[in-house]
């Protein structure tokens, strides 16, 4: 009988034993699940917060390289105005050759 009860003895120890690794290891899985959950949400909303950025800089970049080539093409062409020192025209007057030679000897 005594051998019986010791058994049963150690044996709800050792079941207490499992049962406490068991929550343990439970609580332990929950609680790093939702860690992670939480570290790959927050990874989430910097990706779109980043890719917001990228979008609105790539706008950004190509407002300006517009306004650069705008810019750009009138200064030079201004510039060419000014120093070949072009006159207004108020009316073209075009020479026609007959035939199809435009310089003869």
Do not use: D
């Not at 407002?63 to 108020?90: A, D, G, H, P």
Request: charged share 25%; proline share 1%; net charge positive.
């Amino acid at each position: 009988m005594r051998k019986t009860y010791a058994y049963r003895s150690n044996l709800l120890e050792n079941l207490k034993i499992v049962w406490i690794f068991t929550f343990v290891s439970f609580v332990f899985i929950v609680s790093f699940c939702i860690f992670q959950i939480g570290k790959m949400i927050s990874e989430q909303y910097l990706i779109q917060n980043l890719e917001r950025k990228i979008s609105e800089i790539s706008r950004e970049n190509k407002l300006m390289e517009i306004s650069f080539l705008k810019k750009n093409s009138l200064y030079n062409v201004e510039r060419l105005v000014e120093e070949t020192q072009f006159e207004k025209m108020e009316s073209v007057h075009y020479i026609r050759v007959p035939g199809s030679i435009m310089v003869a000897k």
